[in-house]
């Protein structure tokens, strides 16, 4: 749940009727939320187990409080840390974003200098990672290989399972968010049986990465610096979303215990999902099924007959509009400006329109979201399209991490373990073979 961050009086409360009781209980309000242990005690007889809520899909749970990301989804405002993200996308810089989210505050030039260069400094991997990268078939899928290559780290960093101690967690931070970019490059350099090419530590994070996907032959590769620009801001505008499907999956591994390498495959394995980060490979394929402005209604047509969804369409929390949308959008015509235009635009554009002014998707309050127009910018760039959901992996590093320390540090969290309902049969005996 989301909500203003001024906080509620103490003295709200809620009360409950049990009808099948008679009783009446009293449970406190807190930020417009009850705790649900409190409707434990609510019971028939003694012995029983006590109310519980059922909220499949966590519709309506908080899991956490949390001081990292806030979104209205009724406004259509998100803020990193307080600062929206239109101010972000335009004035930061995605590694000053990173150090926003994970420390609470804005770096002072010193602070930022120092975090830039230790991350600049643990963006090369082990041989054996290179190895390890080489050994998947010539054909999989990059979003696959980041997986499995984080998961792997793991292995190469022990000292990475003390959690209890702050500077072994900023350690495994610095590295993670610093060999993100060497990882995804490595994965999509094997697909085009491409030497893999080491880190360049004069450029910036978007400018090495791109160097790490793209030079060839050349003795120092230079970035576009349009190209560059679009890339950072690209990672800012997907740097943290709260309590999402990935952020859920980090937070929930990782209250195991077990070490962020381990929890992060976790959050890339949910980020790779077509629901989730896997939209703005699914857009672009949906734009190129189209494949022409005069298609688009029939399309729609098949959209709300529910045969197919307009991927890059919707939002679990946004009912207004995706602010990184917007900002995508400006991005995505000066990317244009400097590569030529993506000729899947005109669709998109129109598409827009057409789902915009449809009482099907305006009653349903389905908005444009951050990956409709991501993927555009991603294909303009000369970047194939199941290098998508690696590249969002990069840009949601540090929010994954932020999320990941804040549940460590929270006394309330505790291993993650929701309930059910059980529905099944009754105690039963075992049937031998013969009898069944
Ligand atoms: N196209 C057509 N109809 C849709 C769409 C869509 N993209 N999204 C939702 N609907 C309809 C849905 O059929 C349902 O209609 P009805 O009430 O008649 O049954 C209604 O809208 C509510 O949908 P829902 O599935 O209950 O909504 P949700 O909150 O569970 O799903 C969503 C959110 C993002 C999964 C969904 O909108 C979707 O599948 N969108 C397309 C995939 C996509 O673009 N995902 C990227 C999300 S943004 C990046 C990220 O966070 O990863």
Redesign the pocket.
């Known amino acids: 749940m989301t909500q203003e961050s001024s906080p509620a009086p103490d003295n709200q409360t809620l009360t409950i009727t049990d009808n099948r009781t008679g009783k009446t209980y009293e449970v406190p309000i807190t930020h417009d939320t009850i705790r649900a242990m409190d409707l434990r005690a609510i019971k028939v007889k003694d012995t029983d187990f006590g109310l519980m809520t059922y909220d499949p899909?966590f519709?309506n749970t908080a899991s956490t409080r949390s001081r990292i990301t806030y979104i209205s989804g009724s406004q259509g405002i998100l803020r990193y840390r307080g600062y929206p993200i239109e101010q972000l996308a335009e004035h930061s810089s995605f590694l000053e974003t990173a150090s926003l989210l994970l420390d609470g505050e804005l770096p002072k030039r010193g602070a930022l200098d120092s975090f830039t260069h230790q991350i600049t400094n643990h963006t090369m991997v082990h041989e054996n990672i290179r190895e390890f990268i080489d050994a998947f078939r010539y054909d999989a899928h990059p979003m696959g290989i980041l997986t499995s290559t984080v998961a792997a780290l793991s292995t190469f960093y022990p000292d990475a399972k003390d959690l209890d101690d702050p500077a072994v967690r900023r350690l495994q931070i610095l590295r993670i968010i610093a060999k993100m970019p060497t990882l995804a490059a490595y994965a999509y350099r094997h697909r085009r049986g491409l030497p893999y090419v080491y880190p360049d530590n004069d450029l910036s994070y978007s400018g090495n990465f791109l160097n790490m996907l793209f030079k060839m032959t050349e003795v120092k590769y230079q970035p576009n610096p349009i190209i560059e620009k679009a890339l950072d801001v690209l990672f800012i505008l997907h740097a943290d979303?709260e309590q999402?499907?990935?952020t859920t999956a980090m937070r929930g591994v990782g209250s195991s215990g077990v070490d962020p390498y381990s929890a992060l495959a976790a959050s890339c394995a949910a980020?790779y999902g077509?629901?989730?980060?896997g939209?703005?490979e699914?857009?672009v394929r949906m734009l190129t099924e189209i494949g022409s402005v005069k298609n688009i209604a029939s399309y729609v047509e098949r959209?709300?007959a529910?045969e197919?969804?307009?991927?890059?369409?919707?939002?679990?929390?946004y009912k207004n509009y995706?602010p990184r949308a917007k900002v995508i959008k400006k991005l995505a015509y000066m990317v244009f400006d400097e590569v030529g235009k993506n000729p899947l635009v005109d669709i998109a554009v129109a598409l827009e329109k057409i789902a915009l002014e449809d009482e099907?998707?305006v009653s349903?309050k389905?908005y444009p979201?951050?990956?409709?127009y991501s993927g555009l910018i991603y294909q303009s760039m000369g970047l194939p399209m199941d290098l998508f959901p690696v590249l969002?992996a990069i840009g949601r590093t540090p929010g994954w991490l932020a999320q990941w320390e804040e549940m460590l540090t929270d006394p309330e969290q505790k291993i993650a373990r929701p309930r059910q309902i059980y529905l099944g049969e009754d105690k039963r005996d075992f049937v031998p073979m013969v009898d069944r």
């Open positions: 899909a519709m979303h999402n499907c990935s980020l077509p629901l989730h980060g939209a703005n699914a857009v959209a709300k529910g197919v969804r307009l991927m890059g369409f919707g939002h679990r929390v995706d099907y998707f349903r389905l979201n951050v990956d409709f969002f």
